[in-house]
């Protein structure tokens, strides 16, 4: 047996962890569907001007040439810019995913503990936040006192002191560990 000493709800504070996590890329689908749309209307015009040339007098084939080039220009230009465009956004989203926490656990501490005879004893521990931590802890002990097993119990006695305490003065050995979440 055990003695645990947690918080009521753990579940809490691991769904708000779960939603920091999830990213929404639908602003980035929106943004990749507007630059397909400038590719295909820059596209379309040059097919617009290639269909020109060839339907254009010997005279005019020169100038229509010469919009060609300038439509061509100006697609590869359109090109650059979508590219350059989703680098950013790229490397904006790379940025958002590398400060998402990749464990809901901020730290654990562990330890064992041996009850010679004593009612109590106070450990000292880093600093926890006490509404994002738990005590997990298991026993060890062969005496009794009376018709009572000897069962030590483990609880916080504030954010950087657990207290183990039993019901009877016993040896028993006590492991204990504290897990803090995010």
Known sequence: MAGVNNPPNLKPLIDAQSAEQALDFSWLKSIAAGNK????????DL????ESVNSS???TQNAVTQSVVDSAAATNAARDLVISELTQQVSTLTTAVNAVPKSPIKSIQRGVTLMQGEHW???NISTVDLSKSVIISSFESAQYSGAY???PMVRFKNASVI????NSPANSDLSWEVIEYV
């Open 47 to 50: 097919a617009a001007v290639h």
């Open 121 to 123: 004893k106070e450990i």
């Open 149 to 151: 097993s000897v069962i």
């Open 57 to 59: 007098s010997a005279a």
């Open 37 to 44: 749309l400038k590719l295909e209307k820059a596209n379309t």
């Open 163 to 166: 207290r183990i305490s039993q």
